[in-house]
């Protein structure tokens, strides 16, 4: 190997390392110019009792026993499908290059809430090989009320508006859902023990939003600060 050749290598080389260095950098700097919000979703009371839905069609696949997903608590009050957000910031942009999933399973909409970005393509998938019918009801976002037969595994939709939308199926009364479209990337459903966690979150005084279908809107103030993690407890009344 020539001297030149053999110094062009260790030279891309040292280039190549210099360039992951920076962007390892650029990666640690924009962490450090953010924080994070993290916490839990609770209820202000013991869980209420399950109601029993009344499964009346399809039994093969939506099952004989369902009970009602409209509120689902931890055993320590826990609030799950909450969404938690950010109000009245702006983004850099939310990412719209990723699909939101949303499946038909088992006659349940699965995750009963999603988040999805504005203008981001939604799949609703149905693998329970029956006829579903998506039924969206919105105000800013063109309704849908599409069949979806068993055949049909995957339907996909945009919402180009920020706005809560309750989705329902008219085959099955009891299947409801929801689709929470937003214009920044600050939020996101709770999982099982109620737990939330934003990230990247520019640092300042921002306003939070939760909403959850049954107990309603709450708000509080909350300090971002670089490189920490701000922690934030919701208490939704349930009367
Ligand atoms: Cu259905």
């Known amino acids: 190997m020539g001297r030149l ?20 950098l650029i990666r640690a700097v924009s962490a450090q110019s953010t924080g994070s919000i993290s916490g839990r979703v609770m209820i202000s009371r013991d869980a209420p009792q399950l109601r029993k839905l ?10 004989t026993e369902r009970f009602a997903d409209d509120l689902v ?9 909450a969404v938690v957000s950010l109000i009245g910031v702006k983004g850099s942009g939310v990412k719209t290059d990723k699909n939101v ?21 939604v799949d609703i998938l149905n693998n329970d090989g029956i006829l579903h019918n998506v ?22 939709e945009t919402f180009g508006q920020p706005e ?17 479209v937003t214009d920044h990337p600050y939020a996101v459903p709770t999982d099982g023990a ?8 520019p640092p300042g005084i921002h306003k939070m939003e939760v909403w959850h279908e049954t107990l309603g809107k709450l708000t509080k103030e909350v ?17």
């Open 5 to 24: 050749m053999k110094g062009s290598i260790v030279g891309g080389l040292f280039l190549w390392g210099l360039a992951s260095l920076s962007g390892d």
């Open 54 to 63: 009344e499964i009346t069609k399809d039994k093969e696949k939506c099952g």
């Open 73 to 81: 608590v931890s055993a320590d009050r826990g609030v799950k499908n």
């Open 101 to 121: 999933v949303l499946d038909q399973k088992g006659c349940a909409f699965t995750p009963r809430v999603v988040v999805a970005p504005a203008g981001a393509p």
């Open 135 to 156: 039924h969206t009801y919105s105000t800013k976002n063109t309704p849908i009320n599409k069949a979806q037969p068993g055949f049909k595994k995957k339907m996909t």
């Open 164 to 180: 809560i939308i309750k989705l329902t199926c008219d085959a099955h009364p009891w299947m409801v859902g929801w689709i929470v």
């Open 194 to 201: 109620g737990s939330f966690k934003l990230t990247d979150v």
């Open 223 to 239: 300090t971002v600060k670089t490189g920490e993690d701000a922690k934030v407890t919701f208490e939704l009344v349930k009367n």
